[in-house]
């Protein structure tokens, strides 16, 4: 077996997390800006935190020969300073130039309130402005659908966003189709105890689509586990899914996503 991990909060995980994934098949990880469990202060701590993104995540993961790879951004929890934002996206055109950052990312929305929004508003503005990607978080269930529709309007509105090079993480079943009949790409996002397990997300291709999806563990500071890509891969086998079909979901869904950044290298097999 072999996988990409897209979206996964290494900074949270220990050594012997990277080593369990190596085993189980990982070829390459990324790893979005996300909240840290607690609100930072001020800019400093997200300049540390890129620079720990940028320059020391990716030697941790060497040692276990998987290459690393980022996406930067505030994310929508923190945006609601919306002065703290403003300074922490003014040092992301410094940071985009690292040999390792594919894009923008996890951007979106926590709660939808106007502050979030206007802060993904000038995210996709920075992204269009310097040709980046662009990776987005969908709010929790209560807000999801809401927040999806919110989303995709924002991006829309802008007119120069190519849907094809958005990935709209956090997907379930009342949101699947929508952001796939509008272009984007989806990911689902396995949790063990919310989001979806991976039975549920096998459901989820089974019955809506595994074209432009990919899957993720997200493996953040919670309750998590970052084997759940494989721990999918093999519920697939035991449904019978063929293991063409699984290598494309697992690895060849998120490679073809990814390889529109320059900066990505396709992992051998």
């Not at 949790?191 to 074209?211: C, F, G, H, L, W």
């Not at 993720?216 to 970052?226: E, L, Q, T």
Request: glycine share 6%; proline share 6%; with cysteine.
């Amino acid at each position: 077996m072999r996988y990409i991990e897209p979206h996964g909060h290494m900074v949270s995980r220990t050594t012997d997390d990277y080593q369990a994934m190596a085993l189980a098949g990982c070829k390459a990880i990324c790893e979005p800006a996300f909240w840290a469990g607690f609100d930072r202060k001020s800019a400093d701590g997200f300049y540390d935190y890129f620079c720990q993104l940028t320059q020391h995540e990716p030697k941790r993961a060497a040692k276990y020969g998987m290459p690393h790879y980022a996406w930067l951004c505030i994310n929508p929890k923190e945006s609601e300073d919306m002065g703290l934002a403003k300074e922490v996206m003014a040092m992301i055109p410094e940071f985009l130039k690292a040999p390792t950052v594919l894009g923008i990312g996890e951007i979106g929305l926590n709660k939808n309130t106007r502050n979030e929004l206007k802060i993904f508003e000038a995210h996709v503005d920075l992204a269009v402005q310097h040709n980046q990607m662009i990776l987005v978080h969908t709010p929790h269930l209560e807000d999801k659908r809401k927040g999806t529709q919110l989303i995709m309007d924002a991006l829309k509105a802008n007119g120069k966003v190519q849907p094809g090079r958005v990935i709209i993480d956090h997907v379930e079943e009342h949101t699947m189709a929508a952001v796939l009949d509008q272009g984007y790409w989806a990911g689902i996002t396995l949790y063990p105890e919310s989001k979806a397990s991976p039975q549920r997300a096998v459901d989820m291709i089974e019955t809506i689509s595994a074209q432009r999806v990919w899957l993720n563990s997200a493996c953040d500071w919670g309750h998590s586990d970052p084997l759940s890509v494989p721990k999918a891969a093999l519920e697939m086998r035991r449904r019978g899914h063929s293991g063409a079909a699984i290598d494309r979901l697992i690895y060849g869904n998120p490679a073809e996503f990814l390889a529109q950044c320059p900066k990505f290298i396709l992992p051998e097999a």
